[in-house]
């Protein structure tokens, strides 16, 4: 019965994105605002103004201005939905000369080992395990950056992220996109800021379904048969202030962030909601010592949700999170809730970063 609709469900997500194409969906590519890293994570994705090691390349390519060694290599990896779907990154950076970098990013969304009980009865109407099939349904997403810190104005760092989508459901639908990313950061004396405009040019991912595999199961359902289609990712903004301090002669150290998604799509169900643009902030705070062993924590994805008896209140997301560095290895723990909080739904990530060669100073 678990084959079934597990099947079933995953035919009609299909039927559905084949409509929702053709309209310019709400959220589109979603699976890219998720976030990555387990201090960004941790800190409720708080990293626009702050982020400057390679996981910059997903959060704010102008980031990758500030790396301190000449080569930073990243990994994590996360299920989320409790196992269910399976959450994977990898970055590198590296310095081109004293004022740019370059960088790669691979991100992986996807739920793996889907049964496909279309042939679960064989010609004489009998149920046969051995006619399951199973594919994967993944989204992926490369990221090439460039960061550049500006002679003319030497706290300001620029970057840009050209980016390539391929999503896939099995051998029955998949599609290619291109967009582009681009990001500043301003840092003064204790203070930065950040700004990161995603999808500047609007993200296009061009859907070819195999409908000749799924007609029959479509016709039964009562679904619409998907045609070939362009999806459009519209662009949103990202506003990021953070505020540095050290205590204790330097070993205790204080950072507080803040972070405001806007979007232009029509009215969302965030904090701060119009039909002209909708407002997701979120705060978070990290604590280190000597900066070799952090503690962090964040909220966001504020939300308004309707009850049953007709009655809304608010929810939201905390997040967690631990970081230790071990000479040019780092690693980072994040404790994340993607659901509501009295769901008790949490996902565990983890995260590695490791620098090569000698660390320097910016310049």
């Not at 390519?61 to 000449?70: Q, R």
């Not at 209140?313 to 997040?319: C, E, S, V």
């Amino acid at each position: 019965m678990r084959l079934k609709v597990l099947s079933c469900f995953l035919f009609s997500l299909l039927a559905l994105s084949g409509q929702a194409q053709i309209r310019t969906p709400k959220y589109s590519n979603e699976f890219l605002a998720i976030g990555i890293g387990g201090r960004g994570l941790g800190m409720a994705g708080t990293q626009t103004a702050v982020v400057s090691d390679v996981t910059s390349g997903y959060w704010n390519p102008a980031g990758l201005a500030s790396l301190e060694s000449p080569y930073e290599a990243s990994l994590m990896h996360a299920e989320y939905f409790a196992g269910i779907a399976n959450f994977d990154y990898g970055g590198f950076v590296t310095r081109i000369d004293t004022l740019s970098s370059l960088g790669i990013s691979v991100i992986r969304f996807a739920v793996d080992d889907i049964p496909d009980t279309r042939f679960l009865y064989d010609a004489n109407g009998r149920i046969n395990y051995d006619r399951i099939r199973f594919f994967s349904a993944a989204d992926y997403a490369f990221l090439f950056s460039y960061a550049r810190r500006m002679r003319a104005i030497p706290r300001l760092q620029v970057g840009v992220n050209f980016k390539v989508v391929h999503r896939n459901v099995g051998n029955f639908a998949n599609a290619w996109g291109f967009g582009l990313d681009a990001g500043a950061q301003y840092r003064l004396i204790g203070w930065q800021f950040g700004l990161m405009l995603h999808d500047i040019t609007g993200t296009f991912n061009a859907w070819s379904h195999n409908s000749e595999l799924v007609i029959d199961v479509y016709t039964q359902t009562g679904n619409q048969i998907p045609d070939n289609s362009v999806e459009l990712t519209l662009p949103r903004a990202t506003l990021g202030i953070g505020k540095s301090q050290r205590f204790w002669q330097n070993r205790l150290g204080v950072l507080a962030t803040v972070d405001a998604t806007f979007t232009f799509d029509g009215q969302r169900n965030v904090l701060v909601g119009s039909d002209l643009t909708s407002i997701d902030p979120s705060v978070g705070l990290e604590l280190d010592y000597e900066t070799i062993v952090f503690l962090r924590a964040g909220v966001g994805n504020v939300q308004q949700v309707k009850d049953f008896d007709g009655s809304t209140y608010r929810t939201f997301q905390p997040d967690f999170g631990v970081g230790v560095v071990l000479g040019k290895l780092q690693i980072d723990y994040a404790l994340t809730d993607i659901g509501d909080q009295s769901e008790s739904l949490y996902s565990h990530v983890f995260s590695l970063k490791l620098g090569f060669g000698k660390s320097q100073e910016n310049e």
